[in-house]
């Protein structure tokens, strides 16, 4: 997920760049090395340890992704006096800081409360309906004690899903009370991991169930630009993705689909 304008770089203009990052992977290094070769320069903010001093080399500001506000409060305050053109965010956990961050620069971005709808898959819903867009029946059902779905009113074939995680991680499919019942023990297994348990934006208290819906799966990825979308690429998913687990796998583009599919 990236956060911010698309820029028109050139290196006669030396644009700066304020870019979020989670640590310093092989994205970031590509993202580095774009940056040198357009004379753009690229200011890091990541959630490396602020107790070690500058171990990746990059002068990163150190920040905690999981408190979104407080990560832009620090980076507009060790900032405030520098000039910026644009705040990228690269992955989903960054994404809702640089947002906030970008606003308090007064730089084009998406608002942060749409930012914070994306991180979680009920309110995503909810905004879904409120603005009358065609969305499945759901609701959320707390996970302890142990859900009773006839009370919950699901129904099925349903899908049951962890709020805020992202690449399909606990989605399960669900046929009948037993399949529902044998997924939130699954779901309670997978949120028992101890490198989940140490995000603390994750919601280990409930989990979506909506209804599922049959058909072919494809993938938009595009850029939304006050209010026009300009559409980017569409993969196929030739998997069959019905269940009981909706892993990522190949993704196929361009699109072997035709307009009436």
Same mark, same amino acid.
Not at 232 to 255: C, M, Q, R
């Given at each position: *997920? ?6 028109? *770089?050139? &290196? ?7 870019? %979020? ?10 993202? /580095? ?7 753009? =320069?690229?200011? %890091? ?12 080399? /990059? ?9 979104? !506000? ?8 060790? %900032? =405030?006096?520098?000039?910026? /053109? ?19 620069? #007064?730089?084009?971005? +998406? ?8 991180? +979680? ?10 603005? #009358? ?14 859900? !009773? ?19 399909? @991680? ?17 779901? &309670? ?9 140490? @995000?603390? !934006? ?34 196929? &998913?030739? /998997?069959?993705? !019905? ?12 699109? =072997? ?5």
């Amino acid at each position: *997920m990236f956060e911010g304008p698309v820029l028109s *770089m050139s &290196k006669q203009h030396h644009k700066s760049v304020l870019l %979020f990052a989670s640590k310093l992977g092989y994205q970031t290094r590509s993202f /580095d090395a774009a940056a040198r070769r357009l004379g753009v =320069r690229l200011v %890091f903010v990541t959630d490396r340890c602020h107790e070690l001093s500058n171990p990746w080399g /990059d002068d990163a500001l150190a920040v905690r992704f999981d408190a979104p !506000e407080h990560a832009a409060g620090r980076a507009l305050q060790e %900032f =405030r006096k520098q000039h910026f /053109d644009g705040v990228i965010a690269l992955g989903d956990r960054p994404a809702i800081a640089s947002a906030y961050t970008a606003r308090g620069l #007064g730089l084009p971005a +998406n608002h942060p409360v749409a930012v914070e709808a994306c991180h +979680n898959k009920l309110r995503m819903r909810e905004v879904f309906r409120d603005a #009358g867009l065609p969305t499945p029946w759901f609701r959320a059902v707390p996970l302890s004690p142990e859900p !009773e779905p006839a009370l919950s009113g699901v129904r099925y074939p349903c899908v049951i899903k962890p709020l805020s995680l992202s690449a399909s @991680q606990g989605v399960m499919r669900a046929d009948n009370r037993e399949d529902f019942l044998a997924a939130v023990a699954r779901l &309670k297994g997978l949120f028992d991991r101890p490198e989940l348990r140490s @995000q603390r !934006e994750v919601d280990f208290t409930q989990a979506l169930v909506e209804g599922y819906i049959a058909g072919i799966e494809v993938a938009v990825e595009g850029i939304l630009i006050e209010g026009a979308l300009r559409v980017l690429a569409i993969f196929d &998913k030739p /998997d069959a993705l !019905e269940g009981p687990f909706f892993e990522e796998t190949i993704y196929v583009t361009p699109s =072997r689909l035709t307009p009436t599919q």
